[in-house]
């Protein structure tokens, strides 16, 4: 006769989730963020190709610390405003958007062929990732101009928006984005940056709302509605004052917490969709 009693369940694989940090935004000789302190405890940089932010010598040094610290490579495309910083909304049609998006990846793509690496994933910035979130259009062109460049890149945009969305439909491999400091509102979108409360600067409570994000997949939004957040990658701001100790801290809560960090192409394919 078997035995009735119930078998013990195989555990469940780790977590696998990736840090992704927007850097280079230096240019010439005014210098930004703390790359060289942040980069050790990310796995994944956005590299800024001179649109909204960097330099040719920017991005040439950022690309041969990442690859010193065997972090992946993302091209950081962006509206053509280095006033605004990129977070300008700009009306640019899906035929400039699929051409700014392939010169800035070609920019890009010329360093780090030059150190012997590669340009693995692209990750609009600032006004131009929030318009293609919310406008297919946009999102198609960018989605496009990364297939015609190379169909291996890895596009990187807002949990459950257009964006992962447009890419998904072209066969891209795409991964959703969640943020450990930015607020969130009822839809899943960010709060505006015009909105007071839009950004979380205190530390713990950032890091609380990033291991959430990435063990449970939900997150309270700023009335205090708990929705669901499909989660691969989580953001690091690396223009933070903290920025260094944010990231250290986030990183080892994240292990704590079990999960695996590593660059977006390592972690399961249930995390990212062919």
């Not at 006769?1 to 013990?8: A, K, L, N, R, T």
């Not at 010598?57 to 992946?72: C, R």
């Not at 990231?247 to 079990?258: I, K, M, N, Q, T």
């Amino acid at each position: 006769m078997s035995d009735p009693s119930p078998q013990p369940s195989a555990p469940s694989p780790p977590i696998a989730i990736d840090l992704n940090c927007d850097m280079g935004e230096s240019f010439g000789a005014w210098r930004m963020g703390q790359d060289a302190e942040v980069m050790p405890w990310i796995t994944s940089a956005n590299i800024a190709c001179g649109f909204h932010a960097g330099d040719f010598s920017t991005m040439q040094q950022t690309v041969l610390l990442a690859k010193t610290h065997g972090v992946a490579i993302g091209a950081h495309v962006s509206l053509p405003d280095l006033q605004g910083f990129g977070r300008r909304e700009l009306r640019v049609t899906p035929g400039e958007a699929y051409a700014m998006t392939l010169y800035q990846i070609g920019a890009l793509a010329a360093f780090a062929s030059a150190a012997g690496t590669r340009v693995a994933h692209v990750k609009p910035h600032g006004a131009l990732y929030n318009m293609a979130a919310r406008d297919r259009a946009l999102a198609d062109a960018i989605a496009r101009a990364m297939l015609d460049f190379d169909k291996n890149l890895i596009l990187v945009g807002l949990a459950g928006s257009a964006l992962p969305a447009a890419g998904a439909a072209i066969g891209l491999r795409v991964a959703h984005e969640a943020f450990a400091d930015r607020r969130y509102e009822a839809d899943g979108s960010l709060t505006p940056r015009r909105e007071p409360d839009a950004v979380i600067h205190n530390i713990d409570t950032a890091v609380a709302q990033a291991v959430r994000l990435a063990t449970k997949g939900t997150v309270d939004t700023r009335d205090s509605r708990a929705i669901e957040v499909r989660v691969d990658t989580i953001c690091v701001h690396g223009d933070r004052d903290d920025a260094a100790v944010f990231a250290r801290r986030l990183r080892e809560a994240l292990a704590g917490a079990g999960a695996r960090v590593v660059p977006i192409a390592k972690g399961t394919s249930e995390q990212v969709t062919s």
